[in-house]
Each structure stands twice: as structure tokens, then as C-alpha cells.
């Protein structure tokens, strides 16, 4: 600290303190959604500057990439909905918002004196961690963790993401069959400028190389399922944007790939309850969860359109 | 490394996965294969907790470092008389709602369908041309996605009590709000607005508990269970130590999970999201998802923080958290008109019995007792008394609640309302849905011979040997106003005929689309009756309960 804090540091700070603002303050939806937009970016940037590569891609990928793209869909879908609280006025409209600034202020006060003053004690698996590191197959210490050592963590986060898609697929028509919570998305998508499809068709190939390489070069660098789904679901996005005919793959695929990482994972976890993987088992499931992670996230976007539109009663 | 593995440490990670396994594939069938799936999974369960169970009642804790890493490296599935007590109560509770669950597909939900029906040639031909994005929809009785998140539930719950690890069982906890919120969002769309409320907080309650572990981590630098609650008593030895962030984490550790078993004043959520929950899906609820929180909370005050004399003012403060939700959530019950918001508030009165046991935890000398000739009590006796009167009344809870919202939700499904005066004998109609009602308020209120009767004994005793008169006095007024409106509830759909002039008009009975749904309709009504009667019989189990948790037991 003798230095003090580089400008780049402070500059950073500042930037992100203004787009939680951004992110906040404005009554439009879109604005919030384009202010939650480079919240993610300076997010990513800041977890860079930090070191961790590893959370900075998955900020980007996930945080800042599919996130946008579902809440800047709602807004434009929908801009003019009034907030949940809009018909009840509140008597003191200042109450609420000085009540929760209070109350974060107090529990940020409390919370950062006790983190200063405990006596942090370091990760008891440090060196357990570089030891067993060679019976993992993989290079790359965090994804040894994820994949190896805590295995169990990562097939069952996989498994929230799996249920999430089924959950979101559950509010749609119907219940079963290739179509059930799907009808609603299957319609036709506005049409966009000619400049925009044409940069789509650029860009989709170079952003499924980049999927493909942040997957495989996870065992030895950054990188893994998590960012590497995010990236080639935003593949399908632009994809399905640009009016590339995906209905018939949608159907017939998505539920069968959601699923078969999660299967899989599985199937070996029962067989390897007290042994390591092995890294052929370790990499096709890693694949698989990365195409079920790309599949549960566009579900997930699919399903944003409202399936009780023109409802009747029954 | 490669050491045989025994079939009972298998089935400590199969009770966990084989659910999980069952619920991804259920994604790919149809309804009537997932209801299969879904009876076959529940034997599959009950198969596997079976032996953990039985072993752990032999004494043992059964540990398993999965893929041969040992903490603090990898993370240990680990199954103690706690563990085992709640496993058992989930497979049974689970089991008798997955079968009700196939027998009576409309109990599981709502679903929209497009009105127009298409043609069955256009399956394989162009898709787009069916496309029915501007078909009106309509909302229809079953939903077939009940199965895999359900099931999704089931594995959520077994993981967090099995699990030896303080961020694993955060995942686990997030595994079970998650599927919870999609369980209540298949009640259509009145329930949507329930389902997103719940859905917040949820979410806030495992964000608290994960930053109250993160703040534990960063002073013991372990994940484990045992090992950073070894790491906190060390601490604690050393005196001069800082134990604020212990406290710290302990607090919002606390809060982040009574949001989730909605403890007063934080009980808003539950009311709307237990009762417009479909019927198969409001006992799971009440039974079982907030006993995953309560599970997690006892493991923190027990085994984690242990006894620390620094966290009595927060003790203090939750068992009059607890006090308020025994005495408010009874007068609310006894003000609902309708029945499954008073079974709701009956819940949010339940849940106030198992926080009543935390100052005694930091306060189990047997000072009353001491003194007094003929009174020689080992000791860990007032903990063990006042954990296992806790577990009991909550296991009580889980087979009574069960039965009270599937009775409840059934009835509400035959007759479209759960206004209680419309109700009026109901009883003569279907005897043993008002009969197994009877039992599980025989539960609730814990009258002798059933699990609630133990429980409520057991706590009383060592109250007592500790000295904590208080407790007595809440017990009986929690008794009294749970006796109140129990029977305000069940009574009227009792009333025959006979006993007043007012003639008795049920409302008139949906009506079924084919006679063999109406058989298994009939079957169905067993489901309650025998979580009704386990209620009770499982009282004489008192004594046992007190044996299985000691094993593996923190003193």
C-alpha cells in the first residue's frame, strides 16, 4: 500500500459504482437492462484485474452475456409494465428507500469490521491440492477442483441448472412431448437489418470456435463447461436472431442433450463413488455437460415468451 | 485409494443419485411412464435408506470420501443418527406422496394446452406450420413436469442430509428452493405470484447462509462439518481468539434459514405458497422442504459453533422468535375460514417448537435438578433430551402435516373450495379422509401416544433438569391453541346430520371422466390414512429416537 492505488484501480471502482447506479436509479426497463449490461463488463474487467480468470469468463459469459441478453428481450418485449408496487402509492415514498440504505449501510459497516478483524486462517487444502494434483489427469488447479476433487458440487450445480430449464419448461403449454413448453417460442422472430444478419453470419463461427476452445482448454488454462456453454448458447441466439431455421434441432434435440451430461455424470459418479475419474470419463462428460449447459440456458431464453396470451378459460 | 467399498456407503451416494438419475430422465418420457418412473424411484429410496438406517442405529457413522478424497481436499457424504432419523422420514413421507401422486394425476398441478387440437399427421412433417402461437390456451388438471422436479427435490433433500460439507449443502439447499419454487408454480396461474415470492426468498436465504459460510471458511480454512467445528472449539480454547466472526456467521446463518422454515416474523411466504401449492405438492412442502432448512440450522448450533457463550443473545432471540410463532401463528390459524391456509398457519405455529431448544443448548447444566436426592443424570442428558424431543416433534410434524394437506388438498380437489363451512360433513362422505384428518391432528397436537407427544415430553423433561420453566408454559399454550384449531378445522366436517337441524348440502362433486379414475380416487384416500395412523403409531418410537441420535451426536 505504500504506492497507493494505481489510477486504472480507481478509475475501475468509480466505473462500477456508477453502473450500479445506472443499474438502478432509471424507471425503464431498458435502461436498466443496458446499465445491468456494462455492470457486467466493468464486473469482468474488475475480476481480471484480480487474477481470476477463471470467474472474469464466467462473469462474461453467463453474468454479463446471457443475463443481458434475457432481461434486454423482456424489456423490448415488454417496456411499459408497471413495477409490482406501482398500484398501491406509498404514503412516505422516500421510507422505503432510506429504510434499505440504512440497513445495507449497517450490515456492510458490521460485516467488513468483523472480515478486517478476524484472524483469517488459509485454505487448509492448499498443499493437498498441489500433492494430488498428478493423480488428476488434468493441469489446471481449478478445474481439477471443480472436476475432480469436488466432483459432487459441479454434478449437482449442473443439476440446478438442468431443473431450471425443466422448471421454465413446465410454465409453457402442454406438459410432455417434444413441443411441451415450447409452442409459445416456436413463432416467427421480428425481422432485423440486412447489416446485422450480415454480421451474424461472420460472427457465429468465430464465437463457436471460441466455445469450443474455452471447453477444451480447460484441463490445461481458464476456461471449462460453464463459460463454454454460455458462449455457444449465445451462438444459438444469434443464430435463431438472424432467422437460421433451428425449430426442427430444437424440438427433436434439446431435451435429449439438457439431460445427457447430467446422466452421465452421474452414471460414472455411481461407478466411481470412491475412486477418481479417469480423464477419458472426465472429458466426454465434460463435453456433454457443456452441450446441456449451452441447451439449459437456450431453453431457458426460448421460454421467456408469455405462454397465457389470449388465454380462455377452460 | 481403490479400498472395496461396503453396499451401505454405496447407497449413502445411490440415495442421493439415483433420484437425481431418475428425475433427468423422467425429462424424456410421457406422463404415464414418469408416474411409473416416479413409484419405482420411490422404492428405490425407501430400498436404499433402509440399510443406512439399520446401520446406523447399530452405532456406527457411516462415512464416505467421495472419489477417495479425504477432507479437506474432497468432500465426505456422512450419515449419523440426524442424518439417518430424517432420511427415513423423507423416504416414507416421499414414497406415500409419489404413490398418491400416480394414482391421482390431477393432484399434481395444472397445465395450459392449446385449445385447437392438431392434426396427428403434421408431427413429422413441417413443424411450422403447426406452430400455435396465436391458438388460444386452456388451462387443464395434471402436469406431468410434477415428476421430474419433484424428484429433483427428493435428491436436494437426501444430499443436504447426507451431506459432511458446509458449502455442499448449500448446493443441496439450492437444489431444494429451487424445485420447491417449481413445484408451487405448477398450481397455474393463480400460484405464479405465491411461486415468485417464494422464489426471492429463497434465494436471499441461501445467499445468507453461503456468505455466514464463507465467513466460517475464512477462519477455520475448512469446509467439513466436523473439521471446522473442531477448528471453532479450538479457537474457542485459546481465549484471547476472535470469535466475532463465528458470531457473525452463526447470525446471518440463522437468518438465512429462518427465512426458509419461515419462522416468525418471516413467515409472510409460506402461507400463499403452501396453499395454493397443488395437493401433491403442499404436503412435500410442509413435510419436508422446511425440514432441510431446520436440519441445516441444528447442524449449525450443534455441531459447528458448538455450545459458544457469546451466541446466547442470539439464541435468546430466535426461541422468542419461536415463542411469537407458536402463540401468532395459532391465533392466524384460528381466524382462516378456509382449510388449507389454516393447515398453512398451523405450520407457521409448528415451526416455532423446534427453536425453543437453542438456550438450552448453551445452558444445559442440570442445576435445578442438582441437590435433589434420587436425581443422578449423566451428562449431555438435557442436550440429548432437548435434541431429541426437537427431532421427534419435527418427524411428527413431517408424517402429521403430510396427511393434514393431502386430506385437505383432496377434499379441496373433489369439491373446488376449502371454505370450511361448505364443507360440513364431509365426513359421512369420506370417512377415512376425516378419519385420517383425526389422526394427524392427534399428531399436531400431541396428544398421547403420538410422535408430538414424545417430542413435547422429552423437551419438557429437560427443560426442567435445566431449569427453564418457560418452556413448559409455552408447550401448554402451544397445545391448547393447536387443539383450538385443529378441531376448528376438523369438526365441522364430523357433523352428522343428527346432531343439529341444519340439513347438509356438500357442494356438488367434480366429476370424473372415467370410472377406473374414480376407483384409484378411492384408493388414493389411503395415502393420508397411513401417514395419519404412522403418526400415531410411531409415538412408542420415543425412546429409540433418543438411542439413534446419539450416534455421531456433538457432546
Keep these: 500500500m505504500t504506492g497507493g492505488v494505481p489510477a486504472a484501480d480507481l478509475v475501475l471502482g468509480v466505473g462500477l459504482l456508477a453502473s450500479v447506479l445506472c443499474t438502478v436509479l432509471p424507471h425503464s426497463r431498458l435502461a436498466q437492462s443496458m446499465g445491468l449490461l456494462g455492470l457486467g463488463v466493468l464486473t469482468t474487467l474488475a475480476w481480471l484485474r484480480l487474477g481470476s480468470v477463471d470467474v472474469a469468463l464466467a462473469e462474461a459469459g453467463i453474468g454479463g452475456g446471457i443475463l443481458a441478453a434475457l432481461l434486454v428481450w423482456v424489456s423490448v418485449r415488454s417496456p411499459a409494465q408497471p413495477s409490482p408496487d406501482a398500484g398501491t402509492a406509498p404514503r412516505w415514498p422516500w421510507l422505503r428507500p432510506a429504510v434499505g440504505t440504512l440497513s445495507a449501510v449497517t450490515l456492510i459497516l458490521i460485516t467488513a469490521a468483523v472480515w478486517l478483524r478476524a484472524e483469517q486462517s488459509l485454505p487448509a487444502w492448499d498443499a493437498a491440492v498441489t500433492a494430488a494434483m498428478d493423480r488428476t489427469g488434468v493441469e489446471h488447479e481449478i478445474t481439477g477442483v471443480l472436476l475432480v476433487f469436488r466432483f459432487y458440487d459441479t454434478l449437482l450445480e449442473s443439476a440446478v441448472l438442468m431443473l431450471t430449464a425443466v422448471a421454465v419448461l413446465a410454465l409453457g403449454r402442454e406438459d410432455v412431448g417434444p413441443r411441451a413448453g415450447l409452442s409459445a417460442a416456436l413463432g416467427t422472430q421480428p425481422s432485423i437489418p440486412a447489416s446485422l444478419h450480415w454480421l451474424i453470419r461472420v460472427f457465429a463461427p468465430a464465437l463457436f470456435l471460441a466455445g469450443l476452445w474455452l471447453l477444451f482448454a480447460g484441463s490445461t488454462d481458464s476456461g471449462g463447461a460453464f463459460q463454454s456453454g454460455a458462449v455457444l448458447c449465445a451462438v444459438l441466439i444469434l443464430l435463431r436472431s438472424a432467422h437460421v431455421p433451428l425449430e426442427k434441432l430444437t424440438l427433436r434435440w434439446l431435451r435429449p442433450v439438457l439431460v445427457a451430461g447430467v446422466v452421465a455424470f452421474i452414471l460414472a459418479a455411481l461407478a466411481h463413488l470412491s475412486a477418481p475419474f479417469s480423464f477419458p470419463v472426465l472429458l466426454g462428460i465434460e463435453v456433454l455437460l457443456t452441450l446441456g449447459i449451452a441447451a439449459g440456458l437456450y431453453a431457458i431464453y426460448l421460454c421467456l415468451e408469455n405462454p397465457v396470451q389470449r388465454e380462455v378459460s377452460a | ?555
Excluded at chain 2, 260 to 282: C, D, F, N, R, T
Design chain 2, 1 to 555: 485409494m481403490n479400498a472395496p467399498m461396503s453396499l451401505t456407503l454405496f447407497c449413502l451416494g445411490a440415495v442421493v443419485l439415483i433420484p437425481l438419475l431418475a428425475s433427468a430422465l423422467s425429462v424424456l418420457l410421457g406422463s404415464a411412464a414418469r408416474r411409473v418412473l416416479g413409484v419405482l424411484t420411490s422404492a428405490a429410496v425407501l430400498g436404499l435408506s433402509a440399510p443406512i438406517l439399520v446401520r446406523v442405529t447399530s452405532g456406527e457413522t457411516l462415512e464416505l470420501a467421495l472419489g477417495g478424497f479425504e477432507s479437506p481436499l474432497g468432500i465426505t457424504l456422512r450419515a449419523d443418527g440426524l442424518s439417518a432419523l430424517f432420511l427415513a422420514m423423507t423416504a416414507i413421507v416421499g414414497a406415500v406422496v409419489s404413490c398418491y401422486a400416480a394414482a391421482r394425476p390431477a393432484a399434481t398441478g395444472k397445465r395450459l394446452v392449446a385449445q385447437t387440437v392438431e392434426p396427428a399427421t403434421v408431427t413429422d412433417g413441417d413443424h411450422r406450420a403447426a406452430l400455435t402461437e396465436d391458438a388460444p390456451a386452456a388451462w387443464r388438471t395434471g402436469h406431468a413436469g410434477f415428476w421430474p422436479l419433484w424428484l429433483g427435490c427428493w435428491s436436494g433433500l437426501n444430499a443436504v442430509f447426507v451431506s459432511g460439507d458446509l458449502f455442499n449443502t448449500y448446493v443441496g439447499l439450492e437444489l431444494v428452493g429451487l424445485t420447491a419454487v417449481a413445484l408451487v408454480a405448477l398450481g397455474g396461474r393463480e400460484a405464479w405470484a405465491a411461486a415468485l415470492r417464494y422464489l426471492f426468498i429463497a434465494v436471499l436465504g441461501s445467499l445468507l447462509f453461503l456468505i455466514g459460510v464463507a465467513l466460517i471458511y475464512s477462519v477455520t480454512g475448512t469446509l467439513d462439518i466436523i473439521d471446522s467445528g473442531e477448528a471453532i472449539t479450538q479457537l474457542a480454547a485459546q481465549g484471547d481468539a476472535d470469535l466475532a466472526a463465528v458470531v457473525l456467521a452463526l447470525c446471518l446463518i440463522s437468518l438465512g434459514l429462518a427465512l426458509k422454515v419461515a419462522l416468525v416474523p418471516l413467515h409472510g411466504w409460506l402461507i400463499p405458497a403452501h396453499s395454493s401449492a397443488p395437493s401433491a405438492v403442499s404436503p412435500l412442502l410442509s413435510a419436508l422442504v422446511i425440514k432441510a432448512a431446520l436440519f441445516v440450522l441444528l447442524r449449525a448450533w450443534l455441531w459447528v459453533a458448538g455450545p459458544l457463550p457469546e451466541l446466547e443473545i442470539l439464541a435468546w432471540v430466535l426461541a422468542g422468535m419461536g415463542t411469537a410463532a407458536i402463540l401468532l401463528g395459532s391465533v392466524m390459524a384460528l381466524r382462516q375460514s378456509r382449510l388449507k391456509p389454516l393447515i398453512a398457519y398451523s405450520t407457521v405455529a409448528q415451526v416455532g417448537y423446534w427453536f425453543l431448544l437453542l438456550p438450552l443448548l448453551l445452558d444445559p447444566e442440570t442445576s435445578a435438578l442438582e441437590g435433589q436426592p434420587g436425581t443422578t443424570l449423566e451428562e449431555g442428558a438435557v442436550l440429548a433430551g432437548a435434541l431429541s424431543g426437537t427431532v421427534a416433534l419435527a418427524l411428527g410434524h413431517g408424517l402429521a402435516k403430510a396427511s393434514l394437506f393431502l386430506s385437505a388438498g383432496h377434499l379441496k380437489d373433489l369439491y373446488s373450495t376449502d371454505e370450511i363451512t361448505e364443507l360440513r360433513g364431509a365426513g359421512r362422505a369420506h370417512p377415512m379422509l376425516v378419519m385420517s384428518m383425526g389422526l394427524s391432528a392427534v399428531g399436531l397436537i400431541g396428544l398421547p401416544l403420538s410422535l408430538g407427544f414424545s417430542g413435547k415430553w422429552l423437551l419438557a423433561t429437560s427443560a426442567v433438569a435445566a431449569g427453564h420453566y418457560w418452556i413448559l408454559v409455552v408447550l401448554v399454550a402451544g397445545t391448547l391453541f393447536s387443539a383450538a384449531y385443529l378441531l376448528k378445522a376438523v369438526a365441522p366436517l364430523l357433523v352428522m346430520s343428527e346432531d343439529d337441524q341444519t340439513a347438509l348440502t356438500l357442494p356438488q362433486a367434480q366429476n370424473h371422466p372415467g370410472a377406473s379414475d374414480r376407483t384409484l380416487t378411492g384408493k388414493a384416500q389411503l395415502a393420508p390414512f397411513l401417514l395419519g395412523l404412522l403418526t400415531v403409531l410411531t409415538g412408542f418410537l420415543g425412546v429409540w429416537l433418543t438411542g439413534v441420535l446419539e450416534v455421531g451426536a456433538p457432546w
